[in-house]
């Protein structure tokens, strides 16, 4: 997949390729028929004007788009690698953006979330990116959420059919057609006093068992 985004990379206009998988995705998503569970979890945080953390794996990103409903979120996306390409696809959707990452702007990221949180923003990352390891949650959203006092809101996508490629965050591409299912999970808060690695491998654990759930779904 990282070869055909390469070759259209050299090929089309720097503009095109974002727009063009933009579409791409909301094509697909239209030919497939999805369904939410949990959907009432994130619905009372917008409903009371509370921010909050959306977290979900860096391989379940595609479909990311459509289930979030709140009032305007702001994604952390990294500067290097594809993050260009990926952050302007998301702002095609509606979102804004923050730039940084573990390796990159990390500092500075976290400080500009911490000021969205104080204004009741919502917050979506991707906490095993941008290069793993694959289903790990790095530090950086432990801290954020202990620091801003935001909930941590676990949320997984799954497909009954669709490729996952050998890429390290296993990215998985549904099939036209096929069927999917949001699920989110229970708020994850920090707790006064708490280890931020306890809260880490709490956060971890969530996201872990709501992909889990995601998938069973199919596995019946």
């Known amino acids: ?53 959306h977290a979900f794996w860096h391989g379940r990103m595609i479909i990311s788009p459509f289930a979030y409903h709140g009032p305007g979120g702001h994604v952390l996306i990294s500067i290097h690698g594809d993050g260009e390409l990926i952050a302007k696809v ?25 000021q969205l949180a104080r204004q009741n923003r919502d917050l979506i990352i991707t906490p095993d990116g941008p290069r793993g390891p694959v289903h790990a949650v790095k530090p950086g959203v432990a801290q954020l959420a202990r620091r801003s006092g935001l909930a941590v ?43 931020t690695e306890e809260f880490r491998l709490r956060v971890e654990r969530a996201l872990l068992e709501t992909t889990a759930r995601a998938d069973g779904y199919f596995r019946r």
């Open 1 to 53: 997949m990282k070869k055909a985004f390469r070759a259209l990379k050299s090929r089309l206009p720097a503009n095109l390729l974002p727009f063009l998988i933009y579409l791409v995705i909301r094509a697909l998503y239209a030919t497939m028929r999805v369904r939410t569970v949990g959907a009432e979890i994130p619905q009372e945080f917008y409903r009371r004007g509370e921010g909050l953390i």
């Open 90 to 114: 998301m702002q095609l959707f509606g979102f804004q953006l923050v730039r940084g990452s573990s390796t990159k702007g990390g500092r500075e990221a976290i400080q500009e979330m911490l």
């Open 153 to 195: 809101i676990p949320y997984a996508f799954a497909v009954s059919r669709g490729k996952v490629f050998r890429s390290w965050d296993r990215f998985l591409l549904p099939y036209p057609f096929s069927r999917g299912v949001h699920v989110f999970g229970e708020p994850v808060r920090y707790r006064e006093g708490e280890d």
